[in-house]
């Protein structure tokens, strides 16, 4: 018999997961989206940075002294700002 949803969560406490450090970059316009992807990185230990357009991440990831180790990114083909 297959263990309820309940029954795994109880065995993956905060202690077992892995300890991290990296800085993940959130980029997306949607504000909601972008929040949710956040909370979840952030649950899990990494450090989060967000902006809502292409141009602000550039600028950020340019202006940043500290390495970031994934964007996190939506693509919309034929896109024009």
Do not use: N, W
């Amino acid at each position: 018999m297959d263990k309820s949803l309940e029954e795994m969560e109880e065995k993956v406490t905060r202690e077992e997961l892995p300890c991290v450090s990296e800085t993940i970059l959130v980029v997306e316009d949607e504000e909601d989206v972008r929040r949710l992807a956040a909370r979840v990185f952030e649950s899990q230990g990494y450090i989060v940075l967000e902006t809502s357009c292409g141009d602000d991440a550039l600028v950020l990831s340019k202006e940043r002294k500290e390495p970031i180790h994934m964007i996190l990114t939506d693509y919309s083909e034929g896109y024009v700002d």
